[in-house]
């Protein structure tokens, strides 16, 4: 990978905006294919190499295992780095019953994988060094972005114009680039805050993922390895600073005993990173040579663990289309590739954002009818087999080449 | 084109290029009235690259002289000369002509654009197609003869057409200009379409080896098109070789 100061070159095929996950792997599936990619980041080189911990564990489809593995990113994280998902179990409110899916009845060694976001960024990042077609240009910001038929420009902070055939806009839940192209968004902002950390237990965790619905408060109890696990709580915001606040000892007792000591007890082994929840749903994911990925795309709630897996998804998509437009000489960013990816893309994630919005809203909503709602899904959720199979097939992506 | 011009060549139709010429502006528009072709594209070209990769035992298309008989804005002949190849596009449409050179400019592409029919070019190429095209011109057999007069010897004539079945009359003629409005109504005339065994009699009969036919197929649900080797009962592509000697 070219890692330029000072911008010689300023003609590209491709200037993907963002040099995080949905970027960075987008990037690294339309290399090798005689197309010319460059990187806007404003973060140093620096970060990218050695992205710090922030708290976050991701979850993995098997699909997005596999396409990682295509992408070269497993080439740099090692097998104590990834741990297993077999089970996971639902629990509402304190009722002893849980919604149980299993690995087993999915026929799958396991139902996903936990990485941490901070090795995703990470190996991401080491794939795309090893590309010649890829150049990053760091600690720059986007000042101005047009398009036309003709083309695209991205003048940058320092001066420098790009132009380019396609402008992907890789930059996040706020994306500036979505702004600048005159993309509406719709924005849904919870009042609520996630805080997450890694937490020490005594017990086992069984390979379990844990979602226990406690009305006001939601905790999601993830395995790592190590006798680790990372925790997720999300709550309304004007409480989460006096969580923060709490002393380690005392936090990790009330965790515990929320979780009913399921994993034994629990220590605290960093301190906890607090991530305001805000969702959003780009009303397109194109618009003339450009097009929308990852968060800036769609933005989901943590709950259901779809965000970098949907976000790797649409890099897949995009990337196939550009691939075959760019094998029979096309025009990689005229409108048919970029509308085959907004519909592919869409059909995809628009029920599993709305979904899981409905899910959340019922789930953290304390009226009776909502209380029995729930319980009642639980208990069919149970019942009704191809109802949790088609809810494991989707965890799972496993369905999907 | 003048009338003395018409009355002198045997392949192009007046008519034909009238109603072409309508709407020339709007080659380029993906939505417009070429957006079947724009679609079809992808898959096409895909299909020309493989054949000639074969053909030539090339993996590329670099170096290869190819001229496109009936270009129209040029929708062929830009996509191949990205991927390399030297392209000339011919066309008796002098608007399309005028569209093919203004968008190849814009786009930084070296392609040749004539305004003449193929009886009128004076040159042979490694390849030469002619991609839905003969079901518009005047005498088929007489196209086909000029077209394969264009190619190297050793070189390869690829064509496409429609089938003449009631399918491709269902699908070519009903479906695609009066249902879904894909095409201006008169755009095919289903009498005008040519048999696979037709046409590759009228390759033979221009001393060309028919080598290869494969169908496209329209999948409605996914708008998408695909090559399918046994349907061939509506669009098909047919490739033939020129003897070296």
Known sequence: ?401 | MSSTQAAKNTTVNDAEIIHFSRDSHQWWDEDGPFAPLHRLNPVRIGYIRDQIEAHFSCSDLHDKSILDVGCGGGLVCEPLSRLGAQMTGADADTQAIDVAKAHSQQGGLDITYLNQPVEDIDAQYDVVLALEIIEHVENPQAFVQECAARVKPGGLLIMSTLNRTVKSFLGGIVAAEYILRWVPQGTHDWKKFIKPSELTRMMRAADLDASDLTGLHYDPISAQFTLRRNTIDVNYLLSASKPLR
């Not at chain 1, 194109?286 to 933005?299: E, H, I, K, S």
Request: net charge neutral; aromatic share 6%; with cysteine.
């Open chain 1, 1 to 401: 990978m070219y890692c330029m100061k000072k911008q010689d070159q300023t003609t590209f095929d491709i200037v993907v905006i963002g040099g995080g996950p949905a970027g960075l792997a987008f990037a690294k599936a339309v290399s090798g294919q005689g197309l010319s990619i460059a990187i806007v980041e404003p973060a140093p080189r620096a970060v990218l190499e050695k992205p710090s911990y922030d708290g976050r564990e991701i979850a993995l489809t098997h699909f997005s295992k596999k396409t990682m593995s295509e992408l070269g990113f497993f080439d740099h994280i090692t097998a104590d780095q990834v741990s297993m998902i077999k089970k996971a179990h639902v629990v509402n409110g304190d009722s002893p019953y849980a919604l149980k899916f299993d690995h087993r009845e999915a026929g799958e060694e396991t139902l996903g994988y936990m990485v941490s976001n901070q090795n995703i960024r990470r190996s991401s990042f080491a794939a795309v060094q090893g590309a010649d077609d890829i150049t990053l240009l760091d600690e720059r910001r986007v000042d101005d972005l047009t398009s036309d038929a003709s083309g695209a420009r991205v003048t940058l902070d320092d001066g420098q114009v790009l132009s380019a055939r396609l402008v992907v806009g890789a930059d996040g839940r706020f994306s500036q680039s979505r702004r600048k192209m005159g993309i509406a968004c719709d924005m849904l902002e919870w009042g609520r805050t996630c805080l997450v950390g890694v937490m020490e237990h005594d017990g086992a965790h069984d390979d379990t993922a844990y979602e226990c619905f406690h009305y006001d408060r939601t905790l999601a109890v993830l395995p790592l390895n190590n006798g680790l696990v990372s925790v997720v709580i999300t709550l309304p915001s004007e409480e989460a600073q006096d969580v923060l606040d709490m002393d380690p000892a005392a936090f990790a007792a009330d965790i515990e005993a929320r979780f009913e000591g399921r994993v034994g007890a629990m220590r605290l082994t960093q301190k906890l990173h607090a991530y305001p929840l805000v969702c959003n749903y780009a009303k397109s994911f194109y618009a003339p040579r450009f097009a929308l990925l990852g968060d800036a795309a769609v933005g989901m709630h943590p709950v259901t663990a779809h965000g970098y897996n949907l976000g790797l998804r649409g890099a897949h998509t995009l990337a196939q289309e550009v691939i075959q437009m760019a094998r029979t000489g096309g025009d990689i960013g005229s409108s048919l590739p970029l509308r085959h990816y907004n519909r592919a893309h869409n059909i995809i994630c628009k029920p599993i954002y709305l979904g899981t919005n409905t899910v959340v809203k019922l789930y953290t909503d304390q009226r009776k009818p909502a209380k029995i709602a729930r319980k009642t899904l639980l208990h069919l959720g149970n019942v009704l087999k191809p109802a949790r199979d088609m809810i494991t097939r989707q965890l799972t992506e496993s369905h999907v080449a």
